[in-house]
């Protein structure tokens, strides 16, 4: 199909070009189905909220809970816990910095996803590291009493997850606002 | 295959009317009976010969063993006992398996040692060795996905931290990392949709390495083997024919290795496992030390030598990613390290390096592990992007031998007498 240079665009460069973009979009369009379905399914969608009765919990205390599969601490810090966690507000080593008080919606209650943002393991409650948070066991990331990464190679804060208090001793986790969220609204 | 010209002459009524319909029988005995190889190949190229059986033995154990695995959350752990305890010699071929997964990347690592101690890497074999790597990653891959099948606590911790690698490029982009981390599993956590998907992968990828391995023996039998020398063959008093000189010589290295194969079946079949994975997978518990199989052991230690995660990340897959390129990274006109005296103790020094990434690999990353980890890295990385390529710009090689049948005659001690054929 030479053309020669006097040539200039002819009807077969149109079919051509139509019939390439056609078979690319045809399958793209094709591919999306069998790359759409590795994503998380309407049954695993489904499981994305958990309600936790809060009454149970002594000060001190960690509780961990499932949502979506995952672990999720809760802890009832006590006084000393909070103080620690305000102390830390202002620690040179925080790699990720927040305030405490946008990880929660009451300083007694801290709710977090209890994965380790480095590779995906469950820091220890038991072992609860330099910071009196938690540690990590797989590589050994530390984090604060506001699950804030202070030493260690993991490089974010443990998660938290969106939640509500229903009543004052339920909290369902996977409804409402971030604290962060709620936090920004109120300051905007 | 070959490229040359064939030697097969069909001889009778049915070969000759086969010969012009589908010449099966030439193409087996241009490419294996009758493929001329260098007389010199010594017990380091049997590995080719092994790996292959190791393929084969893990294709139909496996195959046998896909007949009684149930890929499901709640049911996969049950399964493996069930296959220990109930299935009919369920126990072997599970070990069979297990085991055949450590002796293939055994053998694999060996074989990919001879390979650059001889420099099969360069002109003309450099796609040769390039699809060499494809098979070892996806071998790597497979190995992995293997792994997290059994529903123990190492396999559903092992997936969820190799997964979790992915979610580094949030430090890129952010949400990129979450979202393919999503994609990979398919629910927010390492589930039940994990595991079913990493069994059709499991299930798969053995057979695409198959396809490339049929891809490397073609891109093999182009150039021809290389040779200890690593001089070319120059005529056919350098060469045998494969069958019956390297049938007999891969065949008997091939028994050895299988009786290694067997102490391990036999004797220590846990040995290479941790115990860990006989814990059903808890994803609400962590264990206290996640270590890999043996053979990822030093691409771990890599990964944990440096304490930024994505550099981490990059490295582990840049250890892998720099074998592609060794073809072009080494700028020495001499292919056999034998007769270059230099690269020789630096290659020497890579294989302790290596072995000593592994040891650190599976010790905490703290104190002197984490050094021997970072020392390993370093050299791991100036081995291949300067060593090979400036040691061969100053470095004066030995005499190489006229050919490969003098070298083999000087060895022997009659360099005037030809051995009667």
Redesign the interface.
């Known amino acids: 199909m030479a053309h020669s240079p006097s040539e200039t665009v002819n009807r077969r460069d149109f079919i051509y070009i139509m019939s390439a973009t056609v078979s690319a979009a045809g399958a793209a369009v094709a591919a999306w189905p069998l790359?759409d379905q590795?994503?998380?399914?309407a049954a695993?969608q489904a499981l994305s909220s958990t309600e936790v009765d809060l009454s149970a919990i002594q000060p001190g205390q960690i509780v961990?809970v499932?949502w979506?599969?995952?672990?999720v601490f809760i802890r009832r810090r006590t006084e000393k816990e909070i103080a620690e966690a305000h102390e830390g507000d202002t620690a040179s080593d925080l790699k990720d910095p927040q305030p405490d008080a946008q990880r929660v919606f009451k300083p007694e209650w801290l709710v977090l996803v209890?994965i380790c943002?480095?590779?995906?393991?469950?820091p220890?409650s038991q072992v609860r590291g330099d910071y009196d948070g938690w540690f990590?066991?797989?590589?050994?990331s530390h984090y604060d009493t506001s699950g804030r990464i202070r030493k260690?190679?993991?490089?974010?804060n443990l998660a938290v997850p969106n939640y509500e208090f229903v009543s004052d001793t339920k909290i369902v986790i996977g409804e409402g606002k971030t604290p962060a969220e709620t936090s920004k609204e109120h300051t905007a | 295959m070959s490229g040359g010209h064939s030697t097969y002459t069909p001889t009778n009524g049915f070969t000759k009317w086969l010969d012009s319909r589908l010449p099966l029988i030439r193409v087996m005995n241009d490419n294996v009976t009758n493929f001329p190889t260098p007389k010199n190949l010594n017990y380091w190229y049997t590995f080719g010969a092994i790996l292959t059986f190791c393929l084969a033995v893990q294709l139909v154990t496996g195959i046998v063993l896909a007949m009684h695995y149930v890929a499901s959350a709640d049911k996969a752990f049950a399964s493996i006992e069930y296959i220990m305890r109930d299935v009919n010699y369920g126990w072997l071929i599970r070990y069979v398996h297990m085991n055949g997964a450590s002796m293939f990347f055994l053998a694999v690592y060996v074989h990919m040692f001879r390979g650059l101690y001889y420099g099969s890497y360069k002109a003309p074999r450099e796609i040769l060795w390039i699809l060499g790597v494809i098979i070892y990653f996806l071998m790597m891959a497979t190995a992995f996905l293997g792994y997290t099948l059994p529903w123990g606590q190492m396999s559903f911790w092992g997936a969820t931290v190799i997964t979790n690698f992915f979610s580094a490029f949030d430090q890129v982009i952010p949400g990129l990392g979450s979202g393919v981390l999503e994609w990979l599993r398919g629910d927010f956590a390492v589930d039940d949709a994990a595991v079913k998907r990493f069994f059709a992968l499991h299930y798969l990828l053995p057979f695409v390495i198959a396809g490339v391995v049929f891809l490397h023996i073609w891109a093999l039998h182009v150039p021809g083997n290389n040779n200890p020398t690593g001089i070319d063959v120059k005529g056919p008093q350098d060469t045998v024919p494969f069958h019956p000189y390297y049938t007999v010589k891969d065949g008997f290295a091939t028994a050895i290795f299988m009786m290694l194969f067997a102490v391990f079946v036999f004797y220590a079949p846990n040995y290479l496992g941790h115990p860990d994975n006989y814990v059903e997978a808890n994803p609400l518990v962590t264990p206290a030390h996640i270590v890999p199989e043996w053979y990822f052991l030093p691409f771990y230690a890599i990964l944990r030598a440096v304490p930024d995660k994505l550099t981490g990340v990059l490295l582990m897959f840049g250890a892998i990613g720099v074998l592609f390129f060794v073809p072009w990274l080494d700028w020495s006109k001499v292919r056999s390290a034998s007769y270059r005296p230099v690269f020789r103790q630096f290659f020497v020094l890579f294989v302790i390096a290596c072995l000593a990434l592994g040891w650190a690999g599976a010790q905490p990353a703290e104190g002197a592990a984490l050094l021997i980890a970072q020392v390993g890295t370093f050299y791991y990385f100036i081995f291949f992007i300067f060593i090979m390529p400036v040691v061969g710009l100053w470095e004066t090689p030995r005499k190489l031998p006229e050919s490969i049948a003098k070298a083999v005659l000087a060895k022997n001690g009659h360099a005037a007498v030809q051995p009667a054929q």
């Open positions: 790359i590795m994503n998380p399914s695993a961990t499932t979506r599969k995952q672990p209890g943002t480095h590779l995906g393991c469950v220890s990590c066991p797989c590589h050994g260690g190679p993991a490089p974010k």
